[in-house]
């Protein structure tokens, strides 16, 4: 399964979720679809949403729940690894007392929702 499958898969999920009032959720999409632009359009691109806050590392999907945020890292289930930035927000967001979760599955996201939920 591709990052992009696994992603979208795990939103449908998280709205059946946001459906029944249990939480709310968006992504950070933080320069993918910058991918197609010409390299000049997305380099002055960068730059701009870089100026606007956009930060390498950020996790792909925030959850929140009554008096709780949590991250989640989406990785294919084979061969995908964090990078040394997504180690390094995975570190500090731990460190502030808020969860963060590797996601390689949709049972993994649930599970991640699961313990949010404190179920």
Same mark, same amino acid.
């Given at each position: 399964m591709l990052e992009a499958a696994l992603q979208k898969a795990c939103v #449908? &999920? /998280?709205? /059946?979720h946001e459906q029944m009032g249990r939480l709310l959720f968006f992504a950070v999409p933080n320069g993918s679809h910058l991918s197609g632009s010409k390299p000049g359009v997305r380099a002055r691109k960068g730059l701009e949403l870089k100026d606007q806050?956009? @930060?390498?590392?950020?996790? #792909? /999907?925030? *959850? *929140?729940?009554p008096g709780k945020t949590g991250y989640a890292e989406l990785k294919r289930p084979k061969g995908g690894v964090l990078s040394d930035e997504q180690k390094g927000w995975r570190d500090a967001l731990l460190r502030f007392g808020h969860p963060w979760k590797l996601v390689k599955s949709?049972? #993994?996201m649930e599970d991640f929702v699961t313990e &949010? @939920?404190?179920n």
């Amino acid at each position: 399964m591709l990052e992009a499958a696994l992603q979208k898969a795990c939103v #449908d &999920l /998280l709205t /059946l979720h946001e459906q029944m009032g249990r939480l709310l959720f968006f992504a950070v999409p933080n320069g993918s679809h910058l991918s197609g632009s010409k390299p000049g359009v997305r380099a002055r691109k960068g730059l701009e949403l870089k100026d606007q806050g956009m @930060r390498k590392g950020v996790p #792909d /999907l925030v *959850i *929140i729940l009554p008096g709780k945020t949590g991250y989640a890292e989406l990785k294919r289930p084979k061969g995908g690894v964090l990078s040394d930035e997504q180690k390094g927000w995975r570190d500090a967001l731990l460190r502030f007392g808020h969860p963060w979760k590797l996601v390689k599955s949709v049972q #993994d996201m649930e599970d991640f929702v699961t313990e &949010l @939920r404190g179920n």
